[in-house]
């Protein structure tokens, strides 16, 4: 029997299978530390968030099994068409959104709640890997790489404007999909130049961040200044760059801190910097006076329960901080301090490893499909979820500003659960026919 006769279950990569299934069983076990009591009459109590995670995990499952047996084409055909969907629902929750902590990213049926932005990520991966695999598109054209970014920025200016910051975020992760594909390497230059001129903004007064800019365009033009008389070209990106340098620090940046970031955020993004909040970015009531901000709060105490863990943790549902709910939102935004405290360096170190080993898997499943479609959706799985990683884990330790971003398949929320087993299961389902052109 060849394989593509083979049932499809039997094609199904195990190891994918059995890394996702390690981490939902570690996230309802951290899940299950974070809220017991020894009080408690029962471990099976239902408005306990542990067992309504179980539950979702059902679901989840069940969605798999559904993905499964589904054509493997089918994913591709409902690409575009799913992702208008998920558009328009992203538009309506501007206006409609429940508001859920400060952001109006959740849409409400009856007593049910789900953010659009969650489910979002899977139709932009279809959708992207439908775009970036048809045979019409040329990727080496100025054209198609801007209706490329266009798929990731959409959703992220529409979430953006729900007051999710954090979710939008994770959209930039499609951008290293398109380096694979062929984005050039400027464009990963200029992002990671923007990161440290947003940085140096943040923590270097304007009038001097000028003249240190300007200060360092002028080194420049006296290093080069034999080829700058020659190339006129080359005088136009010096001067385009300093220019646009300029225009970054002294009027983006502020514009965003002013006028679309929240106080709440604005505070955390100066506490993780180690800076005051500059009193242009404050209301005017709050001007010039002295103030105390709670906002790194809850990454002092994630650092005070993760370091607390030690080498080998203060075992199996012995956590101070965990039992005394000394860190808000443990359950979900800050899960990872449950692993560090009661299961020190060690169960951390190994948590990583399981993430890692994941990312990793699925890169080298990406890596043997025949269909351009199997590969790219890959990739989107594998960005996603190392963005979500990386920023979550970051945020923890006090590297990253606190801005709500779910650790994968652990944190509890069923929306987030259902999601990244839809994003995995898809995956496999695509994988299991990789012989098979799909576009």
């Not at 994918?16 to 309802?28: A, N, R």
């Not at 007051?163 to 499609?174: D, Q």
């Not at 200044?225 to 385009?240: F, G, P």
């Not at 990406?366 to 890959?378: C, K, T, V």
Request: glycine letters at 6%; a positive charge; charged letters at 15%.
């Amino acid at each position: 029997m060849t394989s593509r006769n083979k049932p499809v279950v039997s094609r199904m990569d195990s190891i994918t299978v059995l890394l996702y299934l390690l981490l939902c069983m570690i996230g309802l076990v951290a899940i299950f530390s974070v809220e017991y009591r020894s009080t408690d009459a029962s471990y099976f109590l239902m408005n306990k968030s542990h067992m309504r995670q179980l539950i979702w995990l059902g679901i989840s499952l069940f969605a798999g099994i559904l993905i499964m047996f589904t054509d493997s084409k089918f994913f591709s055909s409902i690409a575009y068409l799913s992702y208008t969907i998920c558009l328009f629902l992203l538009v309506v929750t501007i206006f409609a959104g429940v508001n859920v902590k400060g952001s109006h990213s959740w849409l409400g049926v009856g007593g049910l709640r789900f953010q659009p932005g969650e489910v979002g990520k899977i139709f932009t991966s279809l959708a992207l890997a439908k775009f970036l695999s048809s045979p019409e598109t040329n990727f080496a054209t100025l054209k198609h790489r801007l209706i490329g970014a266009a798929f990731a920025l959409i959703p992220f200016v529409l979430i953006v404007l729900q007051s999710e910051t954090g979710l939008a975020l994770v959209y930039l992760c499609f951008f290293f999909v398109m380096y694979r594909e062929g984005l050039p390497h400027i464009i990963m230059i200029i992002a990671f130049s923007s990161i440290v001129l947003t940085l140096a903004t943040l923590m270097i007064e304007k009038t001097m961040l000028l003249y240190i800019v300007t200060g360092l365009t002028i080194v420049a033009a006296v290093l080069m200044r034999k080829a700058l008389k020659r190339e006129v070209m080359l005088r136009v990106i010096l001067i385009s760059v300093w220019a646009i340098c300029i225009l970054f620090s002294q009027l983006i940046v502020p514009f965003t801190f002013k006028h679309v970031l929240q106080k709440h955020q604005i505070e955390r993004i100066y506490t993780t910097v180690g800076q005051d909040v500059p009193d242009e970015y404050l209301p005017e009531a709050e001007r010039g006076k002295a103030r105390k901000t709670v906002s790194g709060y809850n990454v002092w105490q994630s650092k005070i329960a993760i370091g607390s863990g030690g080498f080998a943790g203060k075992g199996f549902l012995n956590g101070t901080s965990t039992k005394n709910e000394f860190v808000p939102e443990q359950n979900t935004d800050f899960i990872f301090c449950a692993i560090g405290e009661q299961f020190g360096f060690l169960g951390s170190a190994a948590l990583v490893l399981i993430y890692l080993a994941l990312m990793l898997r699925i890169l080298f499943v990406a890596e043997r499909q025949r269909s351009a479609f199997s590969r790219i959706y890959a990739y989107c799985v594998a960005s996603i979820l190392f963005m979500h990683f990386a920023i979550n884990i970051s945020m923890t330790i006090g590297l990253a500003p606190v801005i709500g971003i779910t650790l994968p398949l652990l944190s509890y929320g069923g929306t987030s659960l259902l999601s990244f087993s839809i994003l995995i299961f898809i995956l496999l389902r695509l994988d299991a026919d990789r012989q098979v052109m799909i576009r």
